[in-house]
């Protein structure tokens, strides 16, 4: 069985040819995608305050972890501090 490079979008053992399939997304895609999404949920009050730190974290966390927070650091920060700068 040969393999070649590209992204791994499922593993298992069967018996016979191996197929070529593409992954739809890359993982820092997904990640960013899915922050976007918790990310408007919470500011249209869909999600209870006292889970919004804990999904923040979660997000910060998945981020370091994959190293996707060079990409999507820049997205988050700016609504961000555009809130901020309405505040004052």
């Not at 990640?31 to 997000?59: C, M, N």
Request: glycine residues 10%.
């Amino acid at each position: 069985m040969k393999t070649t490079k590209g992204a791994i979008i499922g593993q298992f053992l069967i018996d016979g040819e191996q197929v070529r399939g593409d992954a739809p997304s890359t993982l820092s895609e997904t990640v960013t995608a899915s922050e976007r999404d918790a990310s408007d949920l919470i500011h249209r009050d869909r999600i209870p305050r006292q889970y919004h730190k804990a999904i923040k974290g979660y997000f910060s966390n998945l981020k370091e972890s994959t190293g996707t927070s060079k990409k999507s650091a820049g997205g988050d920060e700016r609504p961000a501090s555009g809130a901020a700068s309405d505040e004052k």
